[in-house]
């Protein structure tokens, strides 16, 4: 069942959600569920097969993490071709790069196998890139229906497509362009759990509250392994904000 709170009556206009989603026979489930990556799901294109590509980025600690989502990307039974659009590079030599390890790949696959018209039929407008973690889908959508009636749309959702639903994140479309938590969907889990510990300790207060090498004993990681992922969900929440900043 679905784990959807009342949204906030205080909001107006429409309402972004980030919507935690499990259902049977999708490739990136099943694969992320089995190996030690992520993936950010973008742009998908219609094929004349019937089929659709998708173009997808995946991420990891290591390039042998990477390979082994290739592999099995390519061995599963709901892909019909996969291609990579960005070769090794020449750092990926195997040790951790923190999360910072990536690969662009298309894969071709049936798109009855995807939430995507099933939530637009909803009222869901997806908003965002699909990220993909240890076997669930979090689905960054715009509710363009009633909210009154969001617990009954949410259960039909599930009920149609035999999946597990979680609303994680409810916001105002208004006030969510620059909002942090919504940016935070573009972090990797583990630059996501490093920048959020930093939060939570005061890191970014003055006087700092704690120091990196804090950080980095509570989390029992070394402080450059520390430093690069914040440097790196720094840069990405950076980004998104100059991106959206006039």
Known sequence: MSNASAPNSELTGPTRLTLKVWHPDCWTLEV?????AGVTAHTVYNTP???????????????????DFVRATERSRLTDSVSELSPRHEFDNGASNVGNTTREMMVEYDPENSMTDSLLSHGFVHDAPVRVDDGWEYWPVIDTD??????ERLDSLEAANQAEIIVTKVTSVAGAKNHVSHQLDKLSNRQR???ELACRRDYYTWPRATTTRELADELDISKTTLLEHLRKAEAKLLNQYAESTP
């Open 32 to 36: 992320t569920e089995n190996v030690d």
């Open 49 to 67: 097969e019937d089929t659709v590509k998708g173009h997808f980025t995946v991420y990891a600690d290591r390039v042998e993490d990477i390979d």
């Open 146 to 151: 009633d909210r009154a009636d969001l617990r």
């Open 193 to 195: 759990e490093v920048f």
